[in-house]
């Protein structure tokens, strides 16, 4: 039966990496959307899964603000502006430690995990909640860092016997103890002297040490030798032993960004999730695929990554269960990934190429391009509607 009402259209991408911000993808398939159906009723929800881009898409979906402050960059003596979020309610932050302590703020050849640190990552924690942050999401991916999380825990007020006041990089992981009569957990609240909540965007499962930690598997990529890499591995091993948190270093997750998950839950008491989960519930995603007639979604590339934990897949999950229509949009499509995003609710997928195109093109013309698929599968579907 037709319901006597304007078409709800939820608009709920992520980025399309390297080439338009999640925002600017949501805008790009609203002008299509209005192409089609002047009447319809259209909502932004820019999305991201922890990585880059989410402190853009969760101010942007939130009616919130960005903040800019000084801190600590990947080496002890340089300084950066970081840029983090401060979301619609007032007291939730976002924040991406690659701001802070990411790779991309070193030359080649400045890298080298035994000389960063995540201390900037920290000051950033403790900007937020001068900003009011009673629970702050932190993204972790992109380090240029191999510190175990000490650096950020130093940063946060966690008292550390054995290393200087300086901010402390990999090579001072030997030297770490917590101060006598300091519970780790308990450190982030008495080091900012009030309760925080800190929940950590994380999509990989690599333990802290062992074949598949953070020395073995990031280091060579943040410019760590073959030498160092094996030191690293047996400093955060010989790290978790000293705190008696063997356990959280086996946890998925805790070799995340040089062990900075590991760190943040053995000093900070941080809780990692899935990263999608988190944002999804930050901008409550939920209730707005509820109240819609049909949900467009995207992201540069639909793959088999796409199945872990990524933006399209996640977003065509609440749809499925919600029984609501969810259609994705991508640079480029994979059938078997599409086949398997179809059973997890995903409705159809669709390249934005209107042809063989160079990727070059593809970039420069992809506003006009995503406007145009999503005007054509708007168009297909109110007239099934109808």
């Not at 890298?111 to 920290?122: C, Q, R, V």
């Not at 988190?278 to 509820?290: E, I, Q, T």
């Not at 995003?341 to 006009?368: K, N, Q, W, Y």
């Amino acid at each position: 039966m037709l319901v006597n009402r304007p078409m709800r259209i939820l608009i709920a991408p992520d980025k399309f990496k390297g080439c338009l911000t999640s925002r600017a993808v949501a805008e790009a398939i609203a002008d299509g959307v209005r192409d089609a159906v002047a009447a319809a009723e259209i909502e932004l929800c820019p999305m991201a899964d922890g990585g880059e881009g989410t402190v853009d898409a969760l101010v942007a979906a939130t009616g919130g603000r960005l903040l800019t402050r000084t801190v600590t960059g990947p080496l002890p003596n340089m300084r950066v502006a970081a840029t983090f979020g401060v979301l619609g309610d007032g007291q939730t932050a976002v924040i991406e430690m690659a701001a802070a302590s990411g790779l991309h703020l070193l030359r080649p050849e400045q890298y080298d995990p035994l000389a960063t640190t995540t201390y900037g990552t920290g000051e950033l924690i403790l900007a937020a909640v001068e900003a009011g942050a009673r629970r702050i999401i932190l993204g972790i991916g992109g380090s240029a860092t191999v510190d175990g999380g000490v650096g950020c825990a130093q940063a946060c007020g966690v008292r550390f016997e054995g290393i200087p006041d300086t901010p402390p990089t990999g090579r001072d992981l030997p030297r770490v103890r917590v101060a006598a009569g300091q519970r780790p957990a308990d450190a982030l609240q008495s080091g900012l002297g009030r309760h925080v909540e800190l929940l950590v965007a994380c999509d990989v499962d690599n333990p802290l040490y062992g074949p598949t930690g953070a020395a073995l598997i990031f280091g060579p990529q943040k410019g760590a030798t073959p030498e160092q890499v094996r030191w690293l591995d047996d400093a955060l091993r010989e790290l978790a032993s000293r705190l008696g948190a063997d356990e959280l270093a086996r946890r998925p997750g805790a070799g995340a960004a040089g062990g900075l998950g590991f760190g943040l839950m053995a000093f900070l008491g941080a809780r990692l999730e899935p990263g999608f989960a988190l944002v999804a519930r930050a901008v409550g995603l939920d209730a707005r695929v509820a109240r819609a007639d049909l949900v467009l979604t995207g992201e540069g590339r639909l793959d088999a990554s796409s199945l872990h934990g990524k933006t399209a897949v996640g977003v065509a999950g609440l749809c499925g269960a919600r029984g609501v229509p969810c259609v994705a949009l991508a640079g480029a499509v994979d059938g078997d990934a599409t086949r398997e995003a179809r059973a997890r609710g995903l409705t159809a997928a669709f390249s934005i190429c209107d042809g063989p195109m160079e990727l070059s093109r593809a970039v420069a013309e992809a506003p006009r391009l995503i406007a145009g698929v999503a005007a054509q599968v708007v168009s297909v579907w109110a007239r099934a509607r109808a």
